[in-house]
């Protein structure tokens, strides 16, 4: 016979599907963060995914379950459900003292233009309760005198987001790109809207891309809209710290609140409505480290401010924070590690100035 014949065999296993994991992390401003979560890419065959978490720190308990059919449609368009409740303190973020209570859930739908950009849009409720603190500011304790302290707000969202990085941790080529707005539509308690728009550019200098050159940028703005004239302050913008502005505290930057008058302390950040913040880094090989895709030293200058323009504090250059310094990130086999040596350039009387800033992340 001219045609070979061969009888092959396949045996086709399915791979798990689910997952239980746990975390243990820390950072200068939330403390000990306590993490698990429940996912199930396949949901009784169906596939379908289903997740439940939950996260515990000083500041912030959490909780969340969601459901999302990834081929609602046959064009690739994805349909979610999720629910969350959130507790948190913000004396323990070092901000203005204030407790707030949220629960609410969301129907998001994604479509994929391409392989590299994706629409996300959908309708969502969010209960909020603010209560006072053990010393609230008076921006705080008039806002619940005048507003009250509980408040039902219906939400219309949308984002878009194009990504070229060539990984998921670490990229060293590509961009993102991503705009994102949150509307709370009227017959809400409070009607106000927030808009973000955030880009992160990784330029190669060499073929092997040992050397980098990456630049990003995070502007944010919200505010009020028909009879009300003010975005509330617990949806405020923060900067400074890890990620933002290093070399000044977590959350640290912009206007200070006005201490009610039994407290003496110093007066604690506020917040604000506009976020400008930029970094420019060079990224270079890290010395006696021969696997860059898991560890990273670069040299940066940061850049940043928030502003409260409903209040006065409108943007100004001379108002901006400057640093610069040197920082390491390391994905290690227990997680993600990661701290900076920075200096501020143009720290002010009363900045709250921080050199050494670090977070650490361990999952079983």
Same mark, same amino acid.
């Given at each position: 016979?001219?045609?070979?014949?061969?009888?092959?065999?396949?045996?086709?296993?399915?791979?798990?599907?689910?997952?239980?994991?746990?975390?243990?992390?820390?950072?200068?401003?939330?403390?000990?963060?306590?993490?698990?979560?429940?996912?199930?890419?396949?949901?009784?065959?169906?596939?379908?995914?289903?997740?439940?978490?939950?996260?515990?720190?000083? *500041?912030?308990?959490? *909780?969340?379950?969601?459901?999302?059919?990834? +081929?609602? =449609?046959?064009?690739?368009?994805?349909?979610?459900?999720?629910?969350?409740?959130?507790?948190?303190?913000? *004396?323990?973020?070092?901000? =203005?003292?204030?407790?707030?209570? !949220?629960?609410?859930?969301?129907?998001?739908?994604?479509?994929?233009?391409?392989?590299? =950009?994706?629409?996300?849009?959908?309708?969502?409720?969010?209960?909020?309760?603010?209560?006072?603190?053990?010393?609230?500011?008076?921006?705080?304790?008039?806002?619940?005198?005048? !507003?009250?302290?509980?408040?039902?707000?219906?939400?219309? %969202?949308?984002?878009?987001?194009?990504?070229?990085?060539?990984?998921?941790?670490?990229?060293?080529?590509? +961009?993102?790109?991503?705009?994102?707005?949150?509307?709370?539509?009227?017959?809400?308690?409070?009607?106000?809207?927030?808009?973000?728009?955030?880009?992160?550019? +990784? %330029?190669?200098?060499?073929?092997?891309?040992?050397?980098?050159?990456?630049?990003?940028?995070?502007? &944010?703005?919200?505010?009020?809209?028909?009879?009300?004239?003010?975005?509330?302050?617990?949806?405020?913008?923060?900067?400074?710290?890890?990620?933002?502005?290093?070399?000044?505290? #977590?959350?640290?930057?912009?206007?200070?609140? =006005?201490?009610?008058?039994?407290?003496?302390?110093?007066?604690?950040?506020? &917040?604000?409505?506009?976020?400008? !913040?930029?970094?420019? !880094?060079?990224?270079?090989?890290?010395?006696?480290?021969?696997?860059?895709?898991?560890?990273?030293?670069?040299?940066?200058?940061? #850049?940043?401010?928030? %502003?409260?323009?409903?209040?006065?504090?409108?943007?100004?250059?001379?108002?901006?924070?400057?640093? #610069?310094?040197?920082?390491?990130?390391?994905?290690?086999?227990?997680?993600?590690?990661?701290?900076?040596? *920075?200096?501020?350039?143009?720290?002010?009387?009363?900045?709250?100035?921080?050199?050494?800033?670090?977070?650490?992340?361990?999952?079983?």
């Amino acid at each position: 016979d001219v045609y070979k014949r061969q009888d092959v065999n396949y045996s086709v296993k399915e791979q798990p599907t689910g997952s239980l994991s746990a975390s243990v992390g820390f950072s200068q401003n939330s403390g000990v963060i306590l993490g698990a979560n429940i996912s199930e890419n396949n949901f009784f065959g169906t596939g379908k995914r289903v997740s439940l978490g939950v996260n515990v720190s000083g *500041a912030v308990k959490s *909780a969340n379950v969601s459901y999302m059919d990834p +081929y609602y =449609t046959v064009d690739g368009v994805s349909r979610g459900y999720s629910v969350f409740a959130r507790k948190t303190d913000f *004396a323990q973020q070092y901000v =203005t003292s204030y407790l707030l209570d !949220e629960y609410g859930g969301r129907l998001t739908f994604g479509y994929p233009t391409d392989n590299i =950009t994706r629409l996300n849009f959908g309708l969502g409720y969010t209960l909020s309760r603010v209560k006072d603190g053990a010393f609230s500011s008076r921006e705080v304790t008039d806002f619940i005198n005048t !507003e009250g302290d509980s408040f039902s707000n219906y939400f219309l %969202f949308g984002s878009w987001r194009r990504s070229t990085l060539n990984r998921g941790v670490l990229p060293s080529d590509g +961009y993102s790109h991503s705009v994102s707005l949150d509307v709370s539509v009227p017959g809400s308690d409070l009607t106000f809207y927030k808009l973000s728009h955030k880009t992160d550019f +990784y %330029f190669p200098l060499t073929e092997n891309n040992r050397w980098v050159l990456r630049t990003r940028t995070d502007i &944010g703005y919200g505010d009020g809209y028909g009879s009300r004239s003010l975005m509330p302050f617990y949806e405020h913008f923060y900067a400074g710290g890890y990620g933002s502005v290093r070399g000044y505290q #977590a959350n640290s930057l912009g206007r200070r609140a =006005t201490n009610a008058p039994n407290d003496f302390s110093a007066p604690d950040p506020f &917040g604000g409505n506009l976020l400008t !913040e930029g970094s420019l !880094e060079l990224i270079f090989p890290t010395p006696f480290a021969g696997d860059t895709r898991s560890m990273r030293t670069a040299f940066f200058l940061d #850049a940043g401010q928030v %502003f409260d323009t409903d209040r006065g504090f409108r943007p100004e250059l001379r108002a901006v924070r400057l640093s #610069a310094g040197i920082g390491f990130q390391w994905i290690t086999a227990v997680g993600p590690l990661a701290f900076s040596l *920075a200096k501020p350039l143009n720290d002010k009387p009363g900045d709250n100035t921080q050199i050494f800033q670090f977070s650490l992340g361990q999952t079983f």
